[in-house]
């Protein structure tokens, strides 16, 4: 992912004229002020992470035990809810692309765009280019065809291949940015058209008022900050476990808890070196480079692989992804009883709650780097650029791998009959030629992108727990920093995956009711904008249709005054104006006429 650091470093001023907030608005007495974190924000959401980190470590068997009640509990009575939520989030953001706020800019109405169109595009990519998509490219699609979604089961192998990439990409493309663009879009208007913090509860000020300024935006921030350190911790924790089982696939070293443990230690502490060094630069040229090495491994496999057959796969999976998107947006498996909540909480579920989690993350990114695009523009390069990328990086590895399952049954299996998710990617790679090369490359793309999202996920929660701070302290960094890595051990230990996936679920249920506060209150701020320069439009029409009335009127008067008037000298033009506005005046000022 590109650093966070390299997005907008400043506020403007905002629309109306008002200067920058650097940390907290300027009419707000108890503003936090710069270099100190917000304490009502930031220890009630450390103390409630740190306190879920002891009771993992020292009442293990209980708290999996909780989290597995649950995860069964939330599924079963909310898992309509998500579905329904995020639905919901794509015609908000397919609506906001299309209407009438379109063209408002976010940013003052002369702000040109921060970044050019392809270097705007390429820092969206890098998004959501990730651990996740390294660790679910492969492993998804082969995971849905060797164990099909429930009711799919007896369908033919062609079926099973073509509802596997139909399915993911469903869970990572338009449904996971929309979710993006309605945090997005509600940061980057609060933060560039109105000068506010970086912090969520100002993308509510249009629906909450001043309230935002009380406990009640406290409470937003910490649920804010609490769901981006679990999210980013997931994926991290997704992120170890691959290292982990590559390692072990490589006869390096064994893999297991103790190993994935030292992994998260190691690469956290890299990830706060970074920051007590102040590497920013570094960093960047880190995650720049790391971008590369994935698309050189991408074009590797594309290559190497079934290359015809991979394009036309892709071609035809986005075809039937399109066909079936209203389908498979509202399936709940709800015929299928006990499995299909099983499978939802496995898959669509989890991810609709993992990427909720994110939003905050992604969203504050996105945000920093949109001054002055349009609306219209910032929806549809975020719903669409990241979502066609996504489906060639699927398209290539779970295309791959699933032609290496369909001409060769059993090969990306684990021997039980089900797929080991952490080394299907090993698995693959290790069917090319210089394999164990691919495999290290891997490895590498994995540590990178763990050690760049541990880097701008702590400064992300920092600024949130800052008040907004665009340069939080880094004593603070460091802090978060350290608790994500904690929050990623104890969620290894709690379970691995399954914790992994139950956490991002119950994570998501609170802040999905921010997040539809969010989208009311950016429909509310674009519509009075909106009314407002529909008035300002009136005006001077009205202002413009009135003096072209008088020009006329004038000038034919002028054109006939020795007719009317033989016995008088034509008044100037400009003084015939003059008196007519001065008569105006003299009449609207008269108290009795």
């Known amino acids: 992912m590109t650093s966070i650091e390299d997005a907008a470093p400043s506020q403007p001023a905002d629309a109306d004229g008002a200067g920058a907030r650097g940390t907290g608005d300027a009419h707000d007495p108890d503003a936090p002020r710069s270099g100190r974190p ?36 939330v599924i079963g009575v909310f898992g309509w809810y998500y579905i329904i939520i995020v639905v919901a989030f794509v015609v908000f953001s397919l609506w906001m692309g299309v209407s009438r706020f379109g063209d408002i800019v976010l940013g003052k109405d002369d702000d040109e765009p921060l970044f050019r169109l392809p270097v705007w595009f390429a ?45 993911s990409y469903l869970h990572w493309g338009i449904h996971a940015w929309a979710i993006y663009v309605v945090a997005g879009l509600a940061l980057a208007y609060a933060i560039h058209r109105k000068g506010r913090p970086v912090s ?49 696939y490589l006869d390096v070293v064994d893999a297991g808890l103790p190993l994935e443990i030292g992994l998260v230690a190691a690469i956290t502490a890299i990830a706060t070196m970074s920051v007590v060094s102040g590497l920013g630069k570094g960093i960047k040229w880190l995650s720049n480079g790391n971008m590369i090495l994935a698309g050189v491994v991408m074009v590797v496999v594309l290559v190497l692989g079934p290359t015809l057959f991979l394009m036309r796969e892709w071609v035809q999976s986005i075809g039937y992804y399109l066909q079936s998107f209203i389908r498979l947006s509202f ?71 699933l032609s290496q399952e369909m ?20 698995q693959l790679l290790d069917t090319f030629p210089a394999g164990a090369v691919l495999s290290v490359a891997a490895i590498v793309l994995i540590v990178v992108f763990f050690v760049t999202s541990s880097d701008s996920g702590s400064l992300v929660v920092d600024m949130l727990a800052s008040g907004g701070n665009p340069n939080p302290p880094t004593w603070s960094r460091i802090f978060w920093a350290v608790v994500e890595g904690l929050v990623a051990i104890a969620l290894l230990v709690a379970g691995g995956l399954q914790a992994l996936q139950t956490v991002a679920i119950l994570i998501a249920l609170p802040f999905s009711v921010i997040m539809i506060g969010m989208a009311v209150a950016t429909v509310r701020a674009l519509s009075a904008e909106h009314a407002a320069l529909m008035r300002s439009e009136r005006r001077q029409a ?52």
């Open 38 to 73: 917000h304490p009502a924000v930031f220890y009630p959401a450390a103390g409630l992470i740190l306190l879920f980190v002891l009771a993992t470590v020292m009442f293990t068997d209980t708290v999996t035990g909780v989290m597995s009640t649950l995860q069964s509990d």
């Open 331 to 401: 399936d709940t498996t709800a015929f299928q009883g006990e499995a299909g909540l099983d499978w939802q909480s496995s898959w669509t579920i989890f991810y609709w709650g993992w990427w909720i989690s994110w939003a905050p993350f992604v969203g504050v990114f996105i945000a920093r780097i949109s001054r002055g695009r349009t609306v219209r523009e910032f929806v549809m390069g975020t719903l669409f650029v990241p979502t066609i990328v996504t489906t060639l990086w699927f398209a290539v590895f779970g295309g791959a791998g």
């Open 123 to 167: 820092m969206l990519f890098a998004t959501g280019m990730g651990i996740g998509l390294v660790y679910w490219g492969v492993a998804e699609p082969v995971s849905l065809y060797v164990s099909p979604k429930p009711g799919l089961e007896g369908s033919s192998d062609a079926v099973l291949a073509q509802s596997a990439m139909a399915q």
């Open 200 to 248: 969520i509860r100002w993308a509510l000020e249009p629906l909450l008022g001043n309230r935002v300024k009380g406990w009640l935006g406290d409470v937003i921030d910490v649920i804010a900050v609490v769901g981006t350190v679990f999210g980013v911790a997931t994926s991290l924790g997704f992120g170890v476990l691959q290292i982990a089982a590559g390692l072990g």
């Open 542 to 593: 009205r202002a413009a249709l009135t003096d072209q009335v008088t020009t006329r009127v004038t000038e034919s008067i002028s054109e006939q005054w020795e007719e009317l008037y033989p016995d008088r000298p034509r008044q100037p033009r400009h003084e015939a104006q003059h008196g007519s506005r001065a008569r105006r005046r003299t009449r609207d000022d008269d108290p009795v006429g």
């Open 407 to 426: 001409a060769s049954p059993g090969s990306m299996q684990d021997g039980a009959g089900g797929v080991d998710q952490n080394t299907a990617l090993f």
